[in-house]
Nanobody, 121 residues
């Protein structure tokens, strides 16, 4: 019943910007930490950025100063603002959420289906 739906990906030129969104639906859980991961063809999936429920953030070194993760708890949505995009940012970007099931307190992670980001001239 949990859904994480990513949007905002697309084709952009080097130096351009994109804003990714991940909206979580469902009322049987609460959101804890959320993050964005990416995976390029032939490469390992890596954590790009993460944000806790208290809005503490962490970024991989390659995106520091260029990407900003944020969340809107009222909308159950996490965002990734990506500026100064480079060809090496090209990847499938996945949203991940740490969830706590209401009533039981059971903790688990859930993944979105991914949104493609392509940076090319």
């Amino acid at each position: 019943q949990v859904q994480l739906v990513e949007s905002g990906g697309g084709l952009v030129q080097p130096g351009g910007s994109l804003r990714l969104s991940c909206a979580a639906s469902g009322i049987i859980f609460r959101l804890a930490a959320m993050g964005w991961y990416r995976q390029a063809p032939g490469k390992q999936r890596e954590l790009v950025a993460a944000i806790t429920s208290g809005e503490s953030t962490n970024y991989t070194d390659s995106v520091k100063g260029r990407f900003t993760i944020s969340r809107d708890n009222a909308k159950n949505t996490v965002y990734l603002q990506m500026n100064s995009l480079k060809p090496e940012d090209t990847a499938l970007y996945y949203c991940n959420a740490a969830l706590v099931r209401l009533g039981t307190g059971y903790k688990y992670n859930w993944w979105g289906q991914g949104t493609q980001v392509t940076v090319s001239s």
